[in-house]
Nanobody, 124 residues
Framework: QSQLVESGGGLVQPGGSLRLSCTAS????????IGWFRQAPGKEREAVAS????????KYADSAKGRFTISRDNAKNTVYLQMNSLKPEDTGVYYC?????????????????WGQGTLVTVSS
């Protein structure tokens, strides 16, 4: 069965860091663009960061620029989201998404694969 699995979420204090992982099973991520999205309680899902299949192109939400870094390790079939200087407003469930087409990942619509999500809570 082909699926994406996120991990690395948890409780962290403001100013702290977390690294989220998105690992594919049942298929290779080599040809897929990947996006990270988050959904805060009572809010709509929003795009956080994305990376093209080659890794040459990345995109960040304004709220993530300068604090978050998306990267990929195709040998491990995994994409990462390094999150630094975390703020309470970063709290939410973080999902990764994969699609062959980069702009589809960026749109978050009709994406081929979604993970089940990992909860990030930023609180003192």
């Amino acid at each position: 069965q082909s699926q994406l699995v996120e991990s690395g979420g948890g409780l962290v204090q403001p100013g702290g860091s977390l690294r989220l992982s998105c690992t594919a099973s049942g298929f290779t991520l080599d040809w897929y663009s990947i996006g990270w999205f988050r959904q805060a309680p009572g809010k709509e899902r929003e795009a956080v960061a994305s990376i093209s299949s080659s890794g040459d192109d990345t995109k960040y939400a304004d709220s993530a620029k300068g604090r978050f870094t998306i990267s990929r390790d195709n040998a491990k079939n995994t994409v990462y989201l390094q999150m630094n200087s975390l703020k309470p407003e970063d709290t939410g469930v973080y999902y990764c998404a994969a699609d062959i087409v980069y702009y589809v990942v960026n749109s978050g619509e009709n994406v081929e694969f979604w993970g089940q999500g990992t909860l990030v809570t930023v609180s003192s």
